[in-house]
């Protein structure tokens, strides 16, 4: 199944393979927002934007993009998102997925998983704990591990709180 991926994302075309590798890094899911923000970073064929910012050419052709990875039935699109007011997505297939992720140079990877901690935990959850959690897993991935060690922090005093029940202390 590896081989096959690597032969499948191999003639994918560059701009639809350059969003979903960075899409990968996110995980099996990921959302329009975090991708924009991996994009603003690591910004491949996208268009610069130099525009005032009511018009945003990225967003624009990013927003093509994964239509036509909808369409080439790479993702789909997910009808609840888990974080609520950001289009979620999920890989079709999980070892595309990999393989995408495989595809990007060790010192992108490290920047994508920054920029993936950092957005998710700008995001305002509602059960803030796992998504704690999974940044700390960004974090430590991007060699940032005081960052991590506080997200598991924060992750585990939301555990805490969850399950006090009201407690005496």
Partial sequence: PEALSRARIAVIPVDIRHVLSLASVF?????????????????????ATREPWFVDPTADWLGQVLESAVTSDLIFVNGD???????????????DRVALY????????NTLHRVAAQWL????????????????????????TLRGAQCLLKAGLCA???HDLGRTK
């Fill in 81 to 95: 998102s888990v974080i609520p007011g950001h289009q979620e997505f999920t890989f079709s297939s999980d070892s």
């Fill in 160 to 162: 805490r709180a969850l």
């Fill in 121 to 144: 935990t700008s995001r305002a959850h509602t059960q803030p704990g796992p998504w704690h959690e999974r940044a700390a897993e960004h974090y430590l991935h991007a060699g940032d």
């Fill in 102 to 109: 495989e595809s990007l140079p060790m010192t992108d990877r």
């Fill in 27 to 47: 995980g099996e899911s990921f959302w329009f927002g975090a991708v924009l923000s991996a994009l603003r970073v690591l910004q491949g064929g996208a268009p």
